[in-house]
């Protein structure tokens, strides 16, 4: 604790913070390694981070072409759950909560976990049977869920607009208690700390322009800071996980869209739990300033833009008023728009690559900061032993090819949208 005292705090507080110390190191890149991560967002670091932890392995650089944590690990609506029908995204999103519960304990940073709860309203009786199916096979799998009639959420989230005159009746929802939310920033800086700590070097403002692959194998990347050989490589870049891989001659089965989110000016606290909007496609949850942080649906065309555009936010705030009908006196902050990587059935891509000694971890659609921890965890292990794990044994690339595809219907910000 002594370097962070309260002595200390005063002392950086009087002076600027010109001698704080930094939290993980600023190293220049080596001409190799034996292992190179492309990518310092969530998943990136974790792989990292559980390289060295599960697996010994330190002799690792993560690259990332702007600063840590820029990409969509800072712009999502940080919710976290795994409130999943199929049995492989129930799994592996199982075992990212539990990851994320013990998570500020393991990291010695507190990345702000808050098991608030998910609310996933049903708007007909189609919609309460569904969400009792979808519940039971999360009890089936170890996963808490419980069917909520009309008054148990009107006592949870009495702002909803329960009157004979709603657009969208509520008759009832599915909630995960345990599902929540968590700080993004505090996310990749535990992460970034503890994994500079075990000896990964974290190479900011260094971007991959190439992939050098020789023989069937991948012998390392072509950066803006100098060649780095690599005996293996792993990409984590989200909505630029086609544009990378790429590089070394791979056509993914993934479209790269802008998804967008918003934030209003602080109120006093009043919404305790997260609540999502399957019919209309949208998502809300109050921040620890007060602020409502909400999303909506996809812009449905391809892009790498990380803006927004005036039709989706329309949509996306009529959403909103016609569950919160109170919100049209808000005053909205900010928005930004994510790029998001879409597999064609809306499950993730861990896996080996036909390119010998190359991994991908992409392709997750709406799911990707709530599964980083769990992400990170099998990547990790499948880059470590050359073979997946048995919860991400499911998600190749072959199988795209087979037609043994994983069509989750909740990969989406609710149970009935993907």
Not at 146 to 171: H, K, N, Q, T
Request: aromatic share 10%; glycine share 12%.
């Amino acid at each position: 604790m002594a370097p962070y005292s309260i002595f200390s705090l005063a002392k950086n507080a009087l002076t600027g913070h010109r001698d704080w110390p930094r939290a993980w190191r600023d190293p220049e890149p080596k001409p190799r390694y034996s292992v190179v991560i492309v990518g310092a967002g969530g998943h990136g670091l974790a792989t990292a981070y559980y390289l060295a932890k599960e697996h010994g392995i330190t002799d690792v650089a993560v690259l990332e072409k702007g600063w840590l944590g820029g990409g969509n690990t800072g712009r999502n609506t940080t919710i976290i759950r795994s409130n999943y029908l199929l049995d492989a995204n129930a799994g592996l999103y199982e075992f990212s909560l539990k990851l994320w519960e013990g998570l500020s304990r393991d990291l010695n940073y507190n990345v702000m976990a808050s098991q608030r709860g998910v609310v996933n309203l049903a708007h007909s009786d189609a919609q309460m049977d569904a969400f009792a199916r979808r519940g039971n096979a999360m009890r089936l799998n170890g996963i808490d869920a419980e069917l909520l009639g009309r008054e148990e959420v009107r006592r949870m989230v009495p702002l909803l607009d329960f009157s004979r005159e709603a657009r969208f009746p509520i008759y009832g929802a599915l909630l995960q208690r345990r599902g929540g939310t968590a700080r993004h920033d505090a996310l990749a800086w535990g992460l970034a700390r503890a994994a500079d700590r075990r000896g990964v070097d974290i190479i900011q403002n260094c971007e991959v322009t190439g992939i050098r692959v020789e023989g069937g194998r991948v012998r390392g990347v072509e950066t803006t800071r100098g060649y780095i050989a690599a005996d293996k490589l792993g990409i984590a870049v989200a909505g630029h996980t086609s544009h990378v891989a790429a590089m070394a001659g791979l056509r993914l089965p993934i479209e790269s869209h802008v998804l967008q989110a918003f934030v209003s000016e602080p109120l006093k606290p009043f919404l305790h739990t997260v609540v999502t909007f399957g019919a209309g496609h949208f998502y809300v949850s109050q921040s620890d300033k007060g602020e409502l942080v909400m999303g909506g649906d996809l812009d449905m065309y391809n892009s790498y833009a990380q803006r927004g555009n005036m039709p989706m936010v329309e949509h996306t705030l009529a959403c909103g008023l016609s569950l919160f009908p109170s919100f049209s006196r808000l005053r909205m902050m900010r928005l930004w728009g994510g790029v998001n990587d879409m597999t064609m059935d809306g499950s993730p891509i861990i896996a080996k690559t036909p390119i010998e000694g190359f991994y991908i971890n992409g392709g997750w659609c709406y799911g990707g900061f709530k599964a980083s921890p769990g992400s990170g965890w099998v990547f990790a292990h499948t880059i470590a032993q050359d073979r997946p794990h048995a919860l991400n044994e499911a998600f190749t690339l072959e199988r795209f090819e087979r037609g043994y595809v994983l069509d989750e219907k909740g990969a989406g910000p609710t149970p009935n949208a993907h």
